[in-house]
């Protein structure tokens, strides 16, 4: 049985065919010891199919595969990198399952990704080109979290509109060490370059506020 039901699958390929612009690549990376890399091969294997060709998946495995992804800067896995024609960069990531409500973000950030930019107000998107320091956000999330993919995307969109930022998705029990590091209590759980973190999946205008403080 497929981890996507045939009637997901069968509306994914609709929406791939007609909404699809640039090709997308999905940068997956497993290794030793990985709890879920065979379901998210399985998804994004899926993902690729469903495409028919506007996706393109390569596999790497962490240890075996170390000089061929340095330039990718993997830290820890499973790793599914977002990037693609329109959005050469390697900023917008997932570490852990995306499942669940999951799914969702990254659905969501390969249509973003294939079009090149996000969906976040002219505004927002102002002060987004203008931070010029280096943002990397974590953003602490689990499958069952209905509020968390709003969170994700929102890290995601900055990091589309500045190659600067960097959005992790961060599966908080498949990274239980870095969630009790951030003494992550509650998700989705935002931290901000190491040091400053925030609850709760802020409205645009707070969140990009939240990570404009940080940097001040």
Request: contains cysteine; charged residues 30%.
């Amino acid at each position: 049985m497929s981890l996507i039901d045939e009637k997901t699958q069968e509306h994914l390929k609709k929406d791939f065919k007609e909404k699809l612009e640039g090709s997308v690549k999905i940068i997956f990376v497993g290794g030793e010891g990985c709890m879920y890399c065979k379901e998210i091969e399985e998804i994004v294997t899926t993902l690729e199919k469903l495409s028919e060709g506007k996706i393109v998946v390569e596999k790497y495995d962490a240890q075996k595969d170390a000089e061929k992804i340095k330039e990718y800067e993997v830290d820890k896995y499973p790793l599914l990198i977002i990037t693609g024609e329109k959005h050469p960069h390697y900023n917008v990531r997932f570490y852990g399952i995306p499942s669940g409500y999951e799914f969702i973000s990254l659905v969501e950030s390969i249509f973003m990704i294939s079009h090149g930019h996000s969906h976040l107000s002219p505004q927002t998107k102002e002060i987004i080109k203008g931070i010029d320091k280096d943002v990397h956000l974590q953003i602490f999330v689990t499958p069952t979290c209905p509020h968390c993919p709003r969170a994700v995307l929102m890290a995601h969109q900055m990091a589309i509109e500045n190659p600067k930022i960097r959005g992790d998705m961060i599966e908080a029990m498949e990274f239980e060490e870095l969630a009790n590091k951030y003494k992550v209590m509650a998700v989705p759980k935002i931290v901000i370059n190491e040091e400053h973190s925030f609850e709760g999946a802020l409205p645009e205008p707070y969140f990009v506020q939240k990570v404009k403080e940080a940097l001040e």
